[in-house]
DNA sequence: TAATGATATAACTATATGGTTATCGATCCG
DNA sequence: CGGATCGATAACCATATAGTTATATCATTA
């Protein structure tokens, strides 16, 4: 695969709404697929799977705590495709509200 | 339509391996369709739509010349998707192989 | 061990995408 | 005007994508 490949695949990863709204979220803190699934109107499933994208384009990596996954950001493989994390918009409001409705994750296992 | 959806589509935009290879080209010297097509294994009116594509994503913009429409690379929008331009493969090669086949349109006309 | 909860995977469907060939429109030139 | 060239559009086809529901996998805990 090219360079020209390589780069599309990641602009692929990127090329979805629901997807740059994880980036978005992953910048301001770690998150596990059920913290992320009442955020957008889609099935955990589906949230699962744009994860799988975002994961296998390099730019999160996962960590198991005991029963969740969490993932985060990886920053330096964003900035290869050098999307600059602050032309997106700030999504603290719906974090916010998560944490206010009681399903952010309060994870106290260490990472394994 | 929101930022995300936006933005997502624009990267949509450079999420294929011919339209990036095309910002690089154009990165170097402004094009027209019938220059391009001997460079891709494919046909004119592929060429055409995916420049119709960046077209719609705001990323070139066109100069009819007489019978030739110059596409030229709009590299403030490009800078929205913060893709560096310079982390582009350089493709001067593939110009020059076209020069040296005669193929580069030698245009005289004005811009209208 | 059995039950529960979080993720991942499978199978399916609808739509988007990228290619093709055929054809239309526009421009230039004899 | 008539022919030739460049580019855009139309119609079609194969594959990719993003969603669904159902189910499997893995970890925790009663």
Known sequence: MDRFEELADGFKALADPTRL??????????CCICELVPLFGISQPAVSRHMSRLKQAGLVTET?????????LNRA????FTLGVGALPDLSADLQKLESQGLLVQCTIKTS
């Not at 709204?21 to 770690?30: P, Q, S, T, W």
Request: charged share 30%.
């Open 21 to 30: 709204k994880i980036v978005a979220l992953l910048n301001i803190r770690d």
């Open 77 to 80: 493989r964003l900035a290869d």
């Open 64 to 72: 198991r705590r005991g029963q969740w996954v969490f993932y985060s």
